[in-house]
Nanobody, 116 residues
Framework: EVQLVESGGGLVQPGGSLRLSCVAS????????MKWVRQAPGKGLEWVSD????????NYVDSVKGRFTISRDNSKNTLYLQLNSLKTEDTAMYYC?????????RGQGTQVTVSS
């Protein structure tokens, strides 16, 4: 069974930083591309970033380019998202996702709240 467990969220002031983690199990983590998505209150899911299976290719939504960094450690089955220079509009539930077995699998999420 695929399991994705996110952590690292919290309350942070504008301009602050957080590091999100997603521990994966139940599949060959190093063989799959991974992504981070987020859902702000009252809004739909938004793709934030993705990374290929080897970690050499990354992509970002324009609103986070230069502030967020996606990475992965295949030896630890863990996906990361470093969030810097956070803005109030980054407030959302953040989820990691993998496309496995013909469907998107998603964890339970970790809440990021940016507020002064």
């Amino acid at each position: 069974e695929v399991q994705l467990v996110e952590s690292g969220g919290g309350l942070v002031q504008p301009g602050g930083s957080l590091r999100l983690s997603c521990v994966a199990s139940g599949f060959s983590f190093g063989a799959y591309a991974m992504k981070w998505v987020r859902q702000a209150p009252g809004k739909g899911l938004e793709w934030v970033s993705d990374i290929n299976n080897g970690g050499s290719i990354t992509n970002y939504v324009d609103s986070v380019k230069g502030r967020f960094t996606i990475s992965r450690d295949n030896s630890k089955n863990t996906l990361y998202l470093q969030l810097n220079s956070l803005k109030t509009e980054d407030t959302a539930m953040y989820y990691c996702e993998v496309f496995y077995g013909g469907t998107q699998k998603r964890g339970q999420g970790t809440q990021v709240t940016v507020s002064s």
